[in-house]
């Protein structure tokens, strides 16, 4: 894992030991303060409570084994091999109870997976995804949030508003980057309950999910509400805005990222001529208008699957324009993404290699260029065999029958798109391969030292950004009577 062996502060897998250690020797109202028992510049707390609840249950087994993993001072930097195995195995349990049951039972819920063998194929794509195994294993991150995200969707699927929005509320106070998913869930349940009438069902409806998610955040929140400072120490700790718009970027000069912020700061520096009050206004402008047409759209037409394209489009628009953005919350994305692999194939397998690919200069550091590599053929091998892609590359197939059927008079390469797609996809795939190679075995100049780094994330953006264009104009040009649209009673 990243920074194993390296002080002073080792690397995500002490986070999470040291987070075990805070929470089981410090009293709760000292947990996300700075005092001397805990060095907020050390791994300090900074995710929702939800995250310090779930260390301090696996601290208490922690103790059960040895009491020298979480013992206060003293166990920082601690490294070994039945630790590791601990450690590992917290992930391996919070992924069979939470993150794998949802994948399953999401799949095995589609109408479109009628047998037990497409569904199966399809949870298997979705967990052979290569980002999330790379940056679990790399960074050490348990999938709660991710999990508990799904099972929201899952929950919703089926009609039981309550169960989605306490599983929603849960992510979110588990880790605060499910804000990326905060307003499908709104737009949809609100669009829910205008359709049912504000002045009847709708009402009743939504009376009992604001009810649900004031509750469910109650009852996180319940032992940090003793006094005000310690709400906003807490909110401090999550959203630390000072530290400016590229708080979060890898490196330095420049910041080779893949966010719009940072990709245009080679050109631009927004850094230099802007306050961090600055670039936060900019940066939630420029996120609220982007994600603002498929949010009106999914109010006013709420349905199940323009929900699911709805949480692709809007945790793009954040990733790719909001603030303090890190490499990893490509998976924010991607999750989504996998959710509807069965509806556009190619379109999802396509993303899902451009998200690991942008990761790779992370992935390099940590020394999984073999885990990388091996990963993403097996993904792109199961994806291209169980789905034939390369077959369902027509504008029906990727969505795009409405749009481009409003473009017939004025358009003629619709007749040629399905070859005009498969092109750019093998162009795009040999790009990713090249920079991959060259990443891994060429020495940049002296002169450009994050000239590797750079065109990844140059590339990546530029990737994503079409891709947001694409996932909106099927939003938008999505038929209102369209046969997978979940009707509202």
């Known amino acids: 894992f990243l920074g194993a062996g390296k002080p002073p502060i080792y690397g995500d897998y002490e986070a999470q030991r040291h987070w075990q250690e805070v929470t089981y020797n410090l009293p709760i109202r000292q947990w996300y303060f700075n005092t001397t028992d805990n060095n907020l510049l050390y791994w300090g707390l900074d995710y929702p409570p939800l995250t310090a609840y779930h260390s301090l249950m696996c601290a208490y087994i922690a103790k059960l084994i040895n009491p020298d993993w979480i013992a206060l001072h003293t166990s920082q930097g601690y490294e070994s091999q039945p630790h590791k195995l601990f450690m590992r195995t917290t992930v391996i349990v919070a992924d069979l109870l939470v993150y794998i049951p949802a994948v399953i039972l999401y799949c095995f819920s589609l109408k479109e997976t009628s047998t037990k063998k497409k569904a199966s194929i399809c ?167 982007s994600l603002l047409p498929a949010c009106i759209k999914l109010t006013a037409q709420p349905s199940l699957r323009g929900f699911k394209f709805a949480l692709v489009s809007c945790a793009l628009s954040f990733f790719l324009f909001s603030f303090q953005v890190h490499e990893k919350s490509i998976l924010l994305v991607s999750v989504p993404v996998c959710l509807i692999i069965n509806e556009i194939p190619f379109m999802a397998t396509w993303f899902l290699l451009v998200s690991t690919f942008s990761m790779l200069p992370l992935l390099l550091k940590d020394g999984l260029l073999l885990a990388y590599t091996v990963t993403m053929l097996a993904f792109l091998s199961v994806c291209t065999t169980s789905f034939s892609i390369f077959e369902k590359t027509s504008a029906e197939d990727l969505q795009l029958k409405q749009f481009s059927l409003s473009l017939k008079g004025y358009v003629s390469c619709f007749k040629s798109f399905p070859k005009i797609v498969r092109t750019l996809f093998l162009l795009s795939i040999t790009l990713m391969a090249v920079l991959s190679l060259m990443s891994a075995t060429v020495h940049p100049p002296q002169r450009l030292p994050d000239l590797f780094p750079l065109s990844v994330s140059v590339v990546s953006c530029l990737h994503f950004i079409l891709f947001l264009v694409y996932f909106n104009v099927v939003i938008l040009w999505d038929s209102k009577n369209s046969r997978s649209q979940k009707k509202i009673s």
């Open 123 to 289: 949870a298997l794509c979705i967990l052979l995804y290569p980002g999330l195994i790379l940056i679990d294993h790399g960074h050490f991150q348990y999938p709660l949030s991710l999990g508990l995200a799904l099972w929201g969707v899952l929950y919703l699927s089926y009609d039981w508003d309550l169960l989605g929005s306490v599983a929603f509320c849960l992510a979110l106070n588990y880790k605060q980057m499910e804000l990326y998913h905060s307003l499908p869930f709104f737009c949809y349940l609100l669009g829910k309950c205008f359709k049912k009438g504000l002045k009847g069902k709708g009402l009743v409806l939504l009376t009992k999910i604001a009810g649900t998610v004031v509750l469910s955040f109650a009852v996180c929140w319940l032992p940090f509400c003793t006094d005000m400072e310690q709400i906003m120490q807490v909110l401090r700790r999550l959203f630390p805005i000072d530290r400016g718009l590229f708080e979060a970027c890898m490196f330095s000069s420049p910041p080779p990222h893949c966010n719009i912020w940072c990709s245009l700061s080679v050109l631009i520096k927004i850094k230099n001529i802007t306050s961090p009050q600055t670039q936060l206004k900019l940066s939630f402008a420029v996120t609220f208008l």
